[in-house]
């Protein structure tokens, strides 16, 4: 359960705010929202929760080949897929705000959201399917041992510039320089905040950077589809992308089976010589 956006407090009311603000105004970065509504990215902001290397294998129905590649994670917060990849001998770099916190402010974080997120995820057991997950209580052990595998991880990490701090829609990193961008419980799942021209925005910068971009899930938090997809399909296609939406071997939340694959194709590559 991701809750990050979820609370009905004075959250929430913030958040329509950040919409309207959203809805209003040319693109603002996620820095950008935070200045405007005195959001500054604090760590009281921040709620933590990590999936698993196995789980992302299994979302983004990832190969052998595609180990190999050259693989940046959009929105990989505390996930434990770069550390597992990286020992395994992969190429894998993460970028995402959080990371401008250090190891023990990111684990005490951890240790104070871990209960409310396991009590929302209590509170809403209907809207996931509890098979190769099969308890909140196995869900909390397994997301608890991908993220102490990423704080083991993360020092040497960030030393070795596999974690980069920074946001989306704009990606510090050269043209072409990876093979695959990933998205994992970011874009379309938080619909509600981020708009559809964030997420046009989003992809082509992914694109700009990755031969080949896969998001995962198409639904937005509370299990809807999420009604940026076909905007993004409609604006991506003219300009020769190939987008594919592909059934992948993982389902915990409800419907939730489905990956995104945009990949560059030749007239793509001829319309923007940039892949
Ligand atoms: C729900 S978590 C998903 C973490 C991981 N991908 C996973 O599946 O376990 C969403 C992540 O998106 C990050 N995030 C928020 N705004 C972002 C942005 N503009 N660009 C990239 N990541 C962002 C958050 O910090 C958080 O770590």
Redesign the pocket.
Known sequence: M?I?FAGKSSLGVLLRGVWDYLRESSLP??SQIHEKFDMSFTLDK??????SYD??LR?FALTENDLSRRIL???????S?NAELSQRGGQVVS????YVFDVDQINSRIAETYETVMAQTRNNQHEFVWDAISSVEELGRI?MT?MAIFLKDFAAGKQAGRYIA????SLPFATGQFDLA?????LF??SEH?SAEFHLQ?LREMLRVAQEVRVFPLLMLGGSPSPHISFVKEQLAPDGFSIKIERVPYEFQKGGNEMLVVKASNMAFKRDGTH
């Open positions: 991701d990050a970065t996620t921040v709620v933590p929760w990590g999936r789980e992302y979302m994670g959009c929105g990989d917060g505390p996930a897929f970028i995402d705000p959080i997301r991908a920074g946001e989306l829609p990933l998205s994992s419980h970011f799942l938080y981020l989003a």
